[in-house]
């Protein structure tokens, strides 16, 4: 367009030039021409060079553009595959804590079957195994139920089994008692004297002399029932069972 312009320019000179040709001389004219010709063809090599410059800087900034919109492409590509292994590494994770969390509770359960657990009874605090204890409930749960002889032959297996387990008193305490109910007399006997003298401060051991004074009652031995109502009023005068031997001493003959 500059060019154009440049050439309507030129022409109108070159017009307005041969319209006044008669006031220079040919030298003039000519030189007039030359110099005019000289700076078109100084501008349209200005004006074609600025057009090339141009033209390689859009091609520059098109391949700059192209690059960019590469990289950035590049980066999309790049953020998605990080997104699926972060996605995959949590995935992984949380699977990883839930199958640490299934090994942990199997393990806790597993030891709990067979480690040793703090129990309570008869006012005593002991370690007992699992199996332990659940052959002493159920050996109770028996004689609680009525069933004597099932108790019984539950409470020798367990003594047998655990002789120094921290039940062992207890167990002696109620197998006597399954054997009084059975009027296993003799027998009870034994056991309620083995809780009083082997364990005198355990907390059966009063109810255990008042037992077993019982038990002589019903073998009719009262002289041997009034010694052991007068071993538990001396030995444990607080006892609520040495208050009943008061009352069964007054009245035995």
């Known amino acids: 367009m500059k060019t154009f312009r440049l ?4 022409a109108a000179c070159v017009l307005a030039f041969n319209a006044n040709a008669a006031l220079f001389e040919d030298d003039e004219a000519r030189r007039a ?15 074609t060079e600025e ?26 590509n790049e953020m998605a595959t990080l997104r699926g292994q972060n996605e995959q590494l949590t995935r992984g994770i949380t699977d ?17 079957k067979v480690e040793p657990s703090k129990v309570s009874v008869d006012g005593r605090e002991f370690a007992a195994e699992p199996a332990e204890k659940q052959e002493f409930e159920a050996a109770l749960a028996s004689l609680r139920k009525g069933e004597f002889a099932a108790a019984q032959t539950s409470f020798t297996a367990f003594t047998k089994r655990y ?3 921290g ?20 027998s009870a006997v034994n056991n309620f004297r083995t809780v009083a003298s082997a364990d005198p401060e355990h907390v059966r051991a009063p109810e255990a002399l008042l037992s077993m004074a019982n038990c002589q009652v ?22 609520e069972a040495a ?11």
């Open 218 to 239: 019903e073998l009719k031995d009262a002289k041997s029932a009034r010694k052991t109502l007068e071993e538990l009023v001396k030995t444990y005068p607080q006892s």
């Open 7 to 10: 050439f309507i320019a030129v």
């Open 96 to 112: 990883v804590q839930r199958t640490q969390k299934d090994i942990t509770q199997g393990v806790d359960e597993r030891l709990r």
């Open 163 to 165: 002789p120094q387990s």
């Open 33 to 47: 021409i030359l110099d005019l010709r000289q700076k078109v063809d100084v501008s349209q090599q200005r004006t």
């Open 243 to 253: 208050s009943v031997a008061k009352e069964r001493l007054s009245k035995l003959k």
């Open 51 to 76: 057009l090339r410059k141009a033209n390689e800087d859009n091609a520059q900034l098109r391949r700059s553009l192209l690059d960019l919109s590469n990289q950035i492409e590049s980066l999309r």
């Open 167 to 186: 039940y062992k008193s207890s167990a002696l305490f109620w197998l006597a008692n399954a054997q009084y109910a059975l009027r296993d007399y003799k």
